[in-house]
Structure formats: structure tokens, C-alpha cells
């Protein structure tokens, strides 16, 4: 073999030279002068917190995936909490949702005093099976709350025909998903509700920040209620001109989960290179997937003909039969190369919170447990450059080949 050749040196954990030198992480955010330019006016400006910056985010964000409203949140998590008190879910209460996903996801459910019901996934591309949704709808249930995992759009036209038979709520998390697209239109504008989150590691960040997108205006106004302390904004404004000016009334138990205009403000600027991020990630999702097909035992996730993914992580599964080690082996050799691999997820029912709680021992999801045992989450962020890309296919061939049986 040629001595160039990154795959023919002896692996890191081994005692050889590791594919990089310098840790690759899975996810990571890009921030420009711009961006810094963006904030800064809004620190020297009247406004740090609730002002004209969002607004202006929040007709962006709508703008971009064709929805008639968005509400910002300060988190990923506070958009879901919202999401779910808008769909008036409480206790007795079901929501069905995917064990693989990050806790947030159920989470939201338990908030308010409502059950999550856990349905398991689709073997190719591990988004939540609309089958076994079915099977788990019951008298109490009420909203579905599937994610698009890894970017993946789940297949909304059967589940939103199964919501409406049913009478129940779509709230989609679409933390990877933003820019997605589902049979030519975005996700954002097709379930019910839609969340999002602009955490780091997402296509956009507001440092932390999330987004509820929808067509409905009664979601909307219990929305914004919500997001801070239970006010209605509007109510607000319209006594405030025909009654005492100083009035505001609670409607309802809210919670602060406002996003101040200063996070607005870089979430606005970094909204201008989404397009530029979604190219940049399918373009290296793309050279992945071509590049494994020819590795043995490494299969990436499946991607329908009627969608586009918005790539936020590119997670591989290993057919483990046809290595000479685990999965665990494999994940330290790849971070002993300098990649930062991740994992995800560890299935929501098995965290001791749920197993305590619900009694879950292990076994309910077969599907997603077994898919759990077998996944490396590979760095994937448009910042990366082609030799990022490069160093990210010559570890796992290395690895995968060393391995091999
Ligand atoms: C990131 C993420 C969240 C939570 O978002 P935060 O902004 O971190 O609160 C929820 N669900 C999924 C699937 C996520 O990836």
C-alpha cells in the first residue's frame, strides 16, 4: 500500500499518528464579523431584551419556511414547552412521541402534567414509524410530537391524516430540520405546530434560542402568552390605549422563555447564510454517503425520494457482525483519530428518570434499542473544510478496515 496512504498507517489508539492532529468536533457554529457587527449595535442600542429585533426574527424565520407565524423561545426546549401548553396538553393527557430523540422531546410533555408514549422507528431512516403511532393512540391521547432525526422530514402526510381522523395535534421538532423540505414544500409550514432550536450545534444560532412556527392564530397568541408570565401582548397593548395605561392582566401561567433582542439580533444575521449552511451540509452529507458505499459494515441512514434533508448530524450505523469489535472499540479508535463522534441518542425510555418513573426495563423498541446499540454520530458542520471532510473518511475507512473481519 502506498505509504500516504492515511488507511495503511497502524491506528491512534494503537500507538499511531492519528488522522488530524487537532480535535474535529461533531457540530459547531460559524460566527462572522457581521454577526458580531449585529449584536454589537443592538448592545449600544435602547433595547437589550423584548424590542424591535423580535419581531424582525420572528417575520424572517416565518418567512423562510412559509409559515404565517413564529414565536420566539429562549430555548429549543421552552419552543417544545410552549408548543405543548398551546395544544392544551395536561394531566390524563397522551403525547406520542420517538425514543429516539434527544429527553427534550418527551420532556415537554411531562411539563405539563401529560404522558409521553414512546412509538418505535423506521429501520432506514430511524424517524418514528407511523404504524406503531396508530397502534398507541388511545382515548387519552393527544398530540404526536415526532422529530425529524438527523434532518430527515418525517412523513407528515400520513401522520397529519392520522391526526385528523384521530383529532389530535402535530407538534413537530424540527431542531434538525430547519430548511428541510417534505414533497416540495418546508418544514415549518406543514404541521400544526413546528419547533425549533438555534443552539450551537444547529444550521443557525442564537447561542441558545428556539422558534414555534404555525398557521394557526389561536396557537400563536397562547404562544406568546406563554413566553411571558401568562400576558397576552395584544390585550396588552389594546388597554393600554382605552383604559388605565399602566394595565396588564395573566391569563394563564406562563413562564419567562423570552429570547432577547441581542440573541435576535445574531439569530437575524446568521438567517442571511441558512441557504449557504444547507448546501454546505448536504454537499459533505452527499461526498459521505458516496464515499461509504463502499465500506463494508458502515451504512448511513436511508433518504427518501420525497424529501430534502437539512443534514444537521450524519450519524452512520455499524453492521456489527462484520466486525471484530463493538461499537464502544470503534468510537474510541475514531476519537483516538481525532474525530469527536458522538452518539445519538440513547434511547429517551432508558434514561433512569423514565425507567424509574414509567418502569421501562429495556426491550419496549426493539427497533430503536437495537439501532442505539449500533450508531456513531460522525462530525458534520458547514464550517468544515474539505480537508475536515477529507480527515473524516480516510478515520472511518481506517478504522472500519483495521476492524474488519
Ligand atoms: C437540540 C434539540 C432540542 C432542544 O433544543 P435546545 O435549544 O437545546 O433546548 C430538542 N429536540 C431535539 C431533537 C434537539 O436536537
Redesign the pocket.
Known sequence: MNQSDPTSEPLAILGGTPVRAKALPYGRQQINDEDVDAVVQVLRSDWLTTGPKVDEFEEVVAAQVGAKYAVAFN???AA?HGAVFAADLGPGDEAITTPI??C??ANCALYTGATPVFADVCPETLNIDVQQIEERITQRTKAILP?DYAGHPVNLDSILALAERHGLVVIE?A??ALGAEYKGRKVGSISHMTTF???PV?HITTC???MVTTDNPDFARRLKMFRSHGVDPEARRRSAETADPWFYEMEVLGFNYRLPDVACALGISQMKRLEGNLARRREIASHYSEAFAQLPGVVPLAELPEIKSAWHIYPIRLELDKFTVGRKAIFEALRAENLQVNVHYIPVHLHPYYRKRFGYEGGEYPISEGAYESLITLPLFHSMTDQDEKDVVAAVSKVTQHYAK
Open positions: 430555548s429549543g426546549t417544545l430523540t434527544f427534550a422531546t422529530v421538532d431542531a434538525h432550536s438555534f443552539h444547529k441558545e434560542g428556539g
